[in-house]
């Protein structure tokens, strides 16, 4: 697997998609794209449109996939995002995860996905702010 990258989406929206409907949210719609965020990026993307929003699923992706569909476009605060002008499709997924609520009210993103090896433990259990 090459550089991999992050879609969350809720329960429902994970349900639909595993019929053979489109990986898409609302605003993925509404935009004409698909978001994704990096691993540094998805605690951010989950506090700030996910928050309170309880059963969401973290989906990776491998990029490799979505070329030449896969455009980094600037977002939130100047920051390179993975958009995917296509569609993208549940079994194209290569992992999987039901988040937990945090104590802030926003899903928490596994340590597997937001660390990497070289990466200091996480101090008394509380996730990090990812921007």
């Known amino acids: 697997m090459g550089r991999t990258i992050f879609k969350v989406l809720t329960r429902e929206q994970w349900a639909q998609a595993e019929t053979g409907a489109p990986v898409q949210a609302p605003i993925d719609a509404a935009d004409g794209y698909v978001h994704f965020s990096t691993r540094r990026q998805v605690q951010a993307t989950l506090s700030k449109w996910f928050h309170g929003i309880e059963g969401c699923v973290l989906a990776a992706f491998d990029a490799d996939d979505f070329e030449p569909d896969l455009k980094w476009e600037k977002a939130r605060g100047g920051d ?8 993208v ?6 992992s999987l ?3 937990e609520m945090g104590e802030d009210g926003a899903p928490v993103a596994p340590d597997e996905v937001v660390r990497r090896r070289d990466d200091p433990p996480r101090s008394g259990g509380t996730p990090d702010t990812i921007s």
Do not use: I, R, T
């Not at 390179?80 to 569609?87: D, R």
């Open 80 to 87: 390179l995002f993975p958009h995917v002008h296509g569609e």
């Open 89 to 94: 499709y549940a079994s194209q997924m290569k």
């Open 97 to 99: 995860w039901l988040l």
